[in-house]
Every structure is written in C-alpha cells, then in structure tokens.
C-alpha cells in the first residue's frame, strides 16, 4: 500500500517520514529536478545556556551518511553518463567534502551582520555553500518561460539565518532559508519538472516552488516541521487565493 500523503493541495504533496525509507524512495528519487538541503555532517547542536534554541539540532547530522545516501539513490534513476537529465542543488558546507555529482559550486552571502562561530575571529562566517549536480544545466535545452542572462556563482540574498532565534525564525529550525533565495535558485531550473526536496525542514523549497506554478514533492522526517509547511501554504491560499 503506498503512503498517504501528510498533505496535499494544488501540485504540492508533503510526506511525513523517513525520505530513504522504500515506502518513500520510489516517491521522489526518480524525479530529476532536486533542491533540499540535507544533513551534511556538521553536527549542528544549539547553545544549551539559551533556552530559546534548546533542543535544536539537526537528526542524523553526525555525519555526511544520510547525505551521500540520498544522493546515490538520486542518481542511481539517472544512468546517463555525467548524469546529463539530472539537475540538482544542495547546500553544504567547506567542512566537509562536498557530494557525489557536483559540476559547480554557488555561494549564498546572507548579507547584514555575520553570524555566529568564532566570535574572536577577525571574520564572521555569512556566506553558504549550495553544490550544483547533474548535467541538466544548459540554458539552451531547459524548458523555460523565464529568459535570464547568464548568472554569477555568488547570490546576494539577507534574510533567515540558522540558529536565529526570535521573529527571524519563527518557525524554531537551526538551518532556516529565505524563500527568495530558493525561489532564485529554482526558476533558473530545468522547467516542466517535478521539484523534489526529501530533506524539507520548513518548506522554503516547497513555498518557492508553489510561488513559481511548479509541482513540488517533499519529505520531512519531522511532524512538527510537516505542520509548519502545512500551515505555511495555507497562509499563501488565505493571503492570495
């Protein structure tokens, strides 16, 4: 019997579960448009002293296993050589290697003040890491109404930053993302795709997808974080509908 999903409106379907589960793999895996940001090995876990942020932590993030498992049953739908259908973009970070499949490297700069880390360090840590995968990047062949130039590496985009606390992150997730951001990444995808996030946390990749008319499947391995998304897209519908 094939799982139900947590929630379901208007190309948008949320599954609530473990995305490398066989129940959930063959949902989203073939699927070759790919954006989510996984757990990758950093070991996330928030400052105790703060009660605001007690108990944050990212599940699975003692190291890159979840990450590069995802990635090899991602991949493993794709048998061309250098994986040319396959599009996929994933944050990470320097602190680890990056993932099977990178052809290049963006850099999110978050802008504003830097963020936390070494606080005796002359600099502040503010930028992210997103590796593109897959050979499916050719302005030429991707199916799109939008008509960009070409871009630079480097995408200038403030907002949410992981570990806030406050109204910046409302919804309590140490690896929050601006839906602008994701919105930029994906509009420069291959289009008439299926976008599939199996690490969704609090929805920005499915909110950014919804915002730009595309169908987008998502994971998420916590209930509370299903409920945020959720809660997230039926604002928009009260907001916009």
């Known amino acids: 019997m094939a799982p139900q999903p947590f929630y379901e409106i208007d190309g948008v379907t949320i599954y609530h579960g473990d995305a490398l589960s066989p129940e959930l ?10 954006v989510t940001d996984p757990p990758y090995g950093i070991m996330f876990r928030s400052n105790k002293r703060d009660k605001r942020q007690a108990g944050w932590r990212v ?8 990450r590069d498992a995802a990635i090899k049953e991602w991949l493993a ?6 994986h040319k259908h396959s599009a996929g973009l994933m944050f990470g970070s320097w602190k680890v290697s990056p993932p099977e499949g990178e052809v290049n490297r963006l850099v999110w700069w ?24 897959g050979k499916a990047w050719n302005m030429e062949e991707a199916i799109s109404p939008y008509r960009f130039k070409r871009a630079g590496s480097v995408l200038a985009v403030g907002g949410l930053r992981g570990g806030s606390h406050g109204e910046e992150n409302k919804f309590k997730h140490p690896t929050v993302k601006p839906v602008r951001l994701m919105e930029r990444l994906i509009e420069r995808m291959p289009r008439g795709r299926t976008i599939v996030d199996p690490f969704a946390g609090t929805g920005a990749t499915v909110v950014a997808a919804r915002n730009l008319g595309q169908k987008v499947i998502a ?7 299903c409920e945020v998304i959720a809660k997230r897209l039926g604002q928009q519908v009260l907001q916009f509908g």
């Open 219 to 225: 994971i998420e391995l916590e209930e509370r974080y």
């Open 77 to 82: 739908h794709d048998t061309t050589q250098g």
């Open 25 to 34: 793999l063959p949902i989203w895996a073939p699927h070759r448009n790919l």
């Open 59 to 66: 599940k699975g993030d003692e190291s890159t296993a979840l």
């Open 110 to 133: 978050k802008t504003g003040t830097p963020g936390m880390g070494n606080l005796k360090s002359p600099f502040g840590h503010s930028h992210e890491e997103i590796h593109m995968l």
